[in-house]
């Protein structure tokens, strides 16, 4: 809501032909969601101020907008927006300071060229990585950064920091370059929802970073932020389910993809936590993978140092292969894939001919629909689409269209499920649908103690991780009960000592207690 | 004149040629509904009813119609020519795979009328041949058409027998439903006379000295499930007994497969003697040749189930799944009578039988035997009551409609079992199938009537959340429902005040209301057996968890929730003794609100503090600095100051929910309903006097009271004291209060209503919401108060189901439901 402006020019007034804004009159700018202010709260030859105040109406933030978009949750209104500097008050100084901003200045047009001394303050910025991300992002633009972080509450000391910082820039840079970058980089650092702008300004705010951005080098997360979260847009019935039960939704969002911050090579973190495969499209795995990775394990120099790990490629493509392996050596043609999260093994499947038939089934609408925009459903030709189907399952109710399949793969599906419930799921896939084979992956516990910057289990939505003694127990009780045979297979470095990262089962219906 | 008669749920086949006056016909003798014709179907597929090119998807569109009305046991009339085998062999077809009786109607007139007819037509454009061709293939099908797989093929010649004949319905064999009880549904006798004695004796029949029949005083109907012969002593006995019982109209008997492959052996079919048959045998050659031809008559007529008490009771052998209720085939009789196998054999050889009833989902409660149990079990409103008398178990029945059972043991072991009889039996838990929950529901809702949509979309929300995070459907038992506010307040400063509740409620007729104290916490449903083996027997849990506490959306409260589980189930041990009931559910509030919501709170309430109290200072300093130099800010600033004291109520108003606890110290619970136990769903059938009453003598340093106020809405002063107890309430932070109608309420007010407290609304509409509360005034309720009354209803109906003891798929669906409406778009800041 507060962005202040000072500089140290001789005379420092000259800052009011700089901004096109007089320093001894305010002024005042009706914004759709309320009124930007710009006034000078110091105006001395030595030294001046301009003062940018978004007072933000969050009443109007919510009524401005169509009914077409409803986010009905609470979030919508009581929300950060009228004290912190959001991409809102991105979005008033651009259009406050829009000449600034585009570098012109008839009076002044020397200074408006060249860098002066800034300094710009703002009390409340929201920053998700907290100082420390505030200061790699501003650094290499030429500013020195002051980044003290805000405490939630000081009646609760125990709740720690909040996701605010008291950012101060100090730097000889030139003030369109300033603004603009001002400009991309607030919502990049708050990288919270965008629902309070309208999408087609994230367009506007990715065209305006453009030109400096390329010798950033941090771009690839910059982009990633703007890009990844705007699907969140469709989310709200969710977003209103996770309200009532008094839950984050975030922490509900669904596993899409996910593997451990590793110790090893970017390769080895290529796929970061759950967000990276939420991407948009247009963001390769590659790309945006190894920022989040390093991100996610919080520090940011462990790539180089560290020892690299038996396997340079990722977990879950050397998971992917071993799945494959397992359906080819059984020749297995009509596949069922119960939790296909964003699809990257029905994709796989699709382009060998010898899957007949490929289902993919999920729990989430998000992920169903990650999957549909992965695999292109819309252009997929219509012989390729023939093979494929998708639909919305869940593996605790009983379900007619599981029925009738070669194989079901549950990879990395049944650690998301509440031990008293993995009955019910055993039931639903082993008992009523009983496919020919079951391949079952989950990560073996034992491993975990390989990955240094681990901190309890492997993901969040984890409700346990199997040693492989208790994965074997469970899978011969589930031999016991319905009927299967089961063999195991390591997938990934069969540590000596502790197993490999993954463990496989694969059953086979008829026979009695699992072998091995 | 021709009488025609064709059973009530059956195909209707019209056989003759163009201009036989088959539409006439049907026309006059059936409902338009009922009849599909080609023509027609030909009209709909191409636009003209004559374009013979159509004729393939004609003729898919009518199978489809055809197979339909069916499915749904809709009597069915095809006015086609159907002169050619292969046209009647597809309708023959559809009719079996619907397991319906398929009658034959031919209306054979004279060639030359027909030609006539159709030549007086402008739209059969077609020649004379087409006739005469029709009529030879119709002449060359009636040889042996009474072989095509019709029931009965009626035959009417002539013009004036087609324009006189009369129709009848026939009832199936099946169809009891005008008898309604009540009855003794007897189990698997197996020849064991003397138990039988025993049990009609117990459930207060009268037997005659003979035994050759027998009366129940309250004029009783026995229903005896089949297999009264084999393996046991006395046959003869049974069979006299239950003949006698049957001719003089206080039985109804079922065949099992017994009494069949008896009737074949009698018969002088070549069956294995096997299972007992040899006994019956035996003890039948030695009775008169006269009593054997009665009871071969007998056994030979009973039929495969009745349907009875309008359609709400079904009595077959092996039980009856519900596509074929009422229905007539081959393999309605054989499931009926052997139930359905897999194809598999057990480790005894014997047949692995489909688990029919665990999918079973028909409203009808079916009764049967066939399969001996251990110990009888509902499963989705169906019963097995064989429990192996002849194997020396007991000889069991079912009061209905009390759903009550009354056994008598086996005087000894009669036949050994083939398969050890009497181990402990693997109990199979209910499972839920993705068509209980998916897709736009329809529920059927007994308070407020008629019944609740829910809307595919929805349904999708909340299947993630349930499948997810809920706990085990068997203790899901109940969702609170959301509750709406009142109207808007006009006085100054407030956006919800008592008032307009009080009026809302005096306008719908209520004259006492309760206010309750609204506690400011997470919201939790406590359901509580007392043992592990009460839970069991009620909710089916086997883990040996004797409870569950679980949130609105069906979560478990804490990552183990064994703790405070048992120490409410400790709590509530007088309560259940009170209520003579093992298990019982409470709706509560759970505090601190940040025992759960801590990551909601951190994450948004105390973030935007955070934000208000560091950027709101940093303003003002900068306004002043302004002001300080003559620039004109005044209003500004006075606004920011004052958004900065707003910001700091603010942050009081969460932080008074907020308390650190570490295991259930710091945790209390406020129990403020009893939703249900045993048999009664108490939340529907008590005051919530009588609920506040009960709870408030829970006396644990856990449970937090739940203060509250009647309120006479007849009198002014009762009002204005209840008003003055909420300004106290939320004066010291508290959330407000609920108004709720003290007797059970009408169908239409409100179940109760909210009133929030000033401080506590800045939670919900931002700290600065006292600066605009001329704009938050227009706040529409109608929709919130609509999904309230809705989910109240859902709510109401999933704990009636389960106190009656309905199936869980039948509890689960209402449950699922209210959690589906949740995800509907509402304002969520009423």
């Known amino acids: 809501m507060l962005l202040t402006i000072s500089t140290t020019l001789r005379p420092a007034t000259d800052l009011g032909f700089l901004l096109h804004k007089h320093p001894d009159r305010v002024q005042e700018f009706e914004q759709s969601y309320g009124v930007a202010r710009v006034f000078y709260p110091e105006a001395g030859p030595e030294r001046c101020t301009a003062a940018l105040m978004l007072e933000v109406d969050p009443v109007r933030l919510v009524r401005s907008r169509g009914r077409s978009t409803p986010d009905y949750a609470l979030g919508q209104y009581v929300n950060d927006r009228p004290y912190a500097a959001s991409s809102l008050l ?37 920053c998700r990585g907290g100082p420390e991300l505030a200061r790699r992002l501003f650094e290499p633009l030429g500013w020195e950064v002051e980044a003290r972080a805000v405490p939630l509450d000081e009646g609760f000391a125990e709740w720690g920091d909040s996701r605010y910082v008291r950012l101060s820039l100090r730097g000889e840079v ?191 609408a998000q992920a169903l629909a990650l999957a549909a925009r992965r695999l292109k459903l819309d252009r997929m030709p ?28 549950l990879m990395e599906v049944v650690e998301h499920v509440d031990p008293p419930r993995l009955g019910a799921l055993e039931r639903v896939v ?87 | 004149m021709t009488e025609i008669s064709v059973p009530e749920m059956s195909l209707v086949v019209l056989v003759g040629v163009s201009g036989s006056g088959k539409s006439t016909f049907a026309r006059r003798l059936f409902t338009p509904t009922q009849v599909v014709s080609s023509d027609f179907c030909r009209g709909l597929v191409a636009d003209d009813e004559n374009d013979q090119a159509a004729t393939p998807d004609a003729f898919d569109v009518l199978n ?39 009658d034959a109607v031919v209306l054979d007139v004279p060639e030359e009328v027909a030609i006539e007819r159709n030549a007086a037509r402008p739209d059969r454009a077609f020649g004379p041949h087409v006739v005469r061709r029709q009529s030879k293939e119709l002449r060359r099908s009636m040889g042996k058409i009474s072989r095509d797989g019709f029931r009965r093929v009626h035959v009417l010649r002539g013009v004036e027998e087609i324009e006189t004949a009369t129709l009848v319905t026939e009832k199936a064999w099946s169809d009891r439903r005008e008898l309604a009880g009540p009855f003794d549904i007897i189990g698997d006798v197996h020849g064991c006379r003397v138990e039988l004695e025993t049990l009609l004796r117990t459930l207060g029949w009268r037997i005659d000295p003979d035994g050759t029949g027998a009366t129940h005083p309250e004029g009783r109907t026995a229903v005896f499930v089949g297999d009264l012969v084999d393996r046991g002593p006395d046959s003869p006995g049974v069979l006299r007994l239950v003949m006698g019982m049957v001719g003089a109209g206080t039985a109804l008997c079922v065949s099992g497969n017994h009494e069949q492959k008896l009737v074949h052996a009698l018969n002088g079919r070549k069956v294995r003697v096997a299972h007992g048959l040899q006994e019956s045998l035996d003890q039948l050659a030695a009775e008169p040749e006269e009593f054997r031809a009665a009871a071969l008559t007998f056994m030979d007529g009973l039929i495969s189930h009745y349907r009875l008490d309008g359609g709400k009771l079904v009595v077959a052998h092996a039980g009856l799944k519900e596509a074929y209720h009422g229905r007539a085939s081959g393999r309605v009789r054989s499931f009926a009578l052997y139930g359905e196998t897999t194809g598999e054999t057990d480790e005894y050889g014997l047949p692995v039988r489909y688990p029919w009833a665990r ?92 019944h609740v949509k829910v809307r595919e979309e929805n349904s999708a929300a909340a299947l993630e959340i349930m499948s997810r995070f809920a706990v085990d459907p068997r203790w899901l038992v109940y969702l609170p429902p959301t509750m709406a506010p009142p109207e808007t307040s006009r006085l100054d400063g407030y956006l919800e005040h008592p008032a307009e509740a009080f009026a809302e409620f005096a306008a719908a007729g209520v004259t006492r209301v309760v206010c309750e104290e609204k506690h400011m916490g997470s919201r939790a449903v406590a359901v509580l057996a007392r043992s592990p083996q009460a839970a069991a027997a009620r909710f089916g849990v086997t883990d040996g968890t004797a409870g569950a506490v679980y949130t609105r959306t069906g979560r478990s409260f804490f990552d183990d929730t064994t703790e405070l589980v ?23 509030e759970l505090l601190p609100w940040s025992a759960k919501a801590e990551g909601l709170i951190r994450n948004q309430y105390a973030s935007v503090g955070a934000a208000a109290r560091v950027a709101l200072p940093e303003a003002v300093a900068v306004l002043e600095a302004a002001a300080g130099r003559g620039l004109d800010v005044g209003d500004l600033l006075d606004r920011t100051r004052r958004r900065l004291v707003n910001a ?122 006292t600066e605009s509360l001329d704009v938050l005034r227009r706040r529409f309720l109608g929709r919130k108060r609509s999904l309230a009354l809705r989910e109240h209803a859902l709510g109401l109906e999933a704990l009636s189901r389960l106190a009656e003891g309905e199936p869980l798929w039948r509890v689960h669906e209402p449950v699922f439901a209210i959690l589906a409406l949740e995800s509907e778009p509402v304002d969520p800041r009423l």
């Open chain 1, 90 to 126: 991105a979005v008033a100084m651009a259009d406050v300071f829009r000449t600034a901003r585009a570098g012109r200045c008839h009076s002044r047009p020397e200074l408006a060229a060249g860098p002066i001394p800034l300094e710009i303050s703002l009390p409340a910025l929201p």
């Open chain 1, 174 to 364: 030139r003030l369109a370059d300033a603004i603009n970058q001002l400009y991309v980089l607030l919502p990049v650092l708050d990288d919270s929802k965008h629902y309070w702008v309208a999408s087609d300004e994230v367009d506007k705010l990715i065209r305006a970073g453009e030109s400096w951005l390329a010798a950033h080098p941090d771009r690839s997360l910059i982009t990633r932020r703007y890009l990844g979260r705007r699907w969140a847009l469709t989310r709200t019935a969710f977003a209103r389910l996770a309200e009532i039960g008094d839950d984050v939704e975030e922490d509900l969002e669904p596993p899409v993809e996910e593997e451990p911050p590793a110790t090893g090579s970017g390769a080895e973190n290529a796929e970061g936590t759950g967000s990276t495969a939420e991407n948009t499209e247009g963001n390769t795995e590659g790309n945006t993978g190894s920022t989040e990775g390093t991100e996610g394990a919080g520090s940011v120099g462990v790539a180089e140092g560290a020892p690299a790990v038996a396997s340079a490629r990722p977990l879950n493509t050397l998971r992917r292969e071993a799945v494959l392996g397992v359906l080819a050596e059984l020749g297995a043609r009509e596949v069922i894939d119960l939790g296909c999260g964003s699809g990257q093994l029905l994709g796989e499947l699709l382009r060998r001919p010898e899957f007949t038939r490929v289902t993919g089934v999920d729990v989430s």
């Open chain 1, 382 to 409: 219509e012989r390729q689409r023939e093979r494929l189907e998708l639909f919305q399952g869940a593996l605790t109710y009983t379900d007619k269209r599981f029925a009738g399949y070669d194989a079901a793969v």
């Open chain 1, 430 to 516: 082993f008992g009523v649908a009983r496919p020919g084979n079951v391949i079952v992956t989950t990560p073996n516990a034992e491993y975990n103690v390989r990955y240094e910057f681990l901190d309890g289990m492997r993901h969040q939505d984890h409700r346990f991780e199997w040693t492989r003694a208790e994965f074997r127990a469970w899978a011969a009780g589930v031999c016991g009960e319905h009927g299967y045979r089961v063999t195991f297979h390591p997938v990934g470095d069969d540590d000596p000592e502790v197993g490999p990262p993954t463990q496989m089962a694969v059953f086979a219906v008829g026979g009695g207690a699992g072998d091995d």
């Open chain 2, 64 to 102: 489809y119609i055809v197979a339909t009305r069916l499915r749904r046991g809709l009597l069915t009339v095809v006015d086609a020519t159907n002169v050619q085998w292969d046209a009647r062999k597809k309708l023959i077809d559809v009719a079996k795979a619907h397991d319906v009786l398929v």
């Open chain 2, 359 to 450: 999918e079973y989902r028909g409203r009808a409660m079916v009764v049967y035997g066939h399969t001996p149990v251990p110990e009888t079990e509902w499963v989705n409103n169906t019963i097995c009551l064989d429990t192996g008398a002849v194997f020396g178990g007991r000889l069991t029945a079912l009061r209905y409609p009390e759903r009550e059972i009354v056994s008598v043991p086996a005087e000894r072991v009669w036949y050994e079992s083939v398969r050890p009889f009497g181990s402990p039996g693997h109990r199979e838990p209910e499972v839920l199938s993705i068509e209980d929950v998916q897709g736009t529901r329809h529920i059927e809702v007994r308070h407020g009537g008629g």
């Open chain 2, 566 to 588: 048992d120490r409410l189930r400790r709590v509530c041990e007088s309560l259940m003794d009170e209520l003579g009931s093992d298990w019982l559910a409470l709706d509560c």
């Open chain 2, 648 to 769: 700091s109520r603010f942050r009081d108003a969460y932080a008074r929910y907020c308390w650190p606890v570490s295991g259930l110290d710091g945790v209390r619970l406020a129990p403020f309903q009893i939703l249900a136990c045993e048999g009664r769903a108490t939340a529907a059938l008590e005051p919530h006097s009588w609920h506040l009453e009960r709870l408030s003598a829970l006396d644990d340093p856990l449970v937090a009271p739940t203060r509250h106020v009647f309120v006479d809405l007849a009198s002014q002063e009762s009002m204005d004291a209840a008003t003055g107890w909420w300004e106290a309430l939320t004066a010291e932070g508290g959330e407000g209060m609920v108004v709720k109608p003290l007797p059970p309420e009408g169908a239409r007010a409100q179940p109760g209503i909210k009133v929030r407290g000033r401080e506590y609304l800045r939670i919900i509409y931002g700290p600065d919401y």
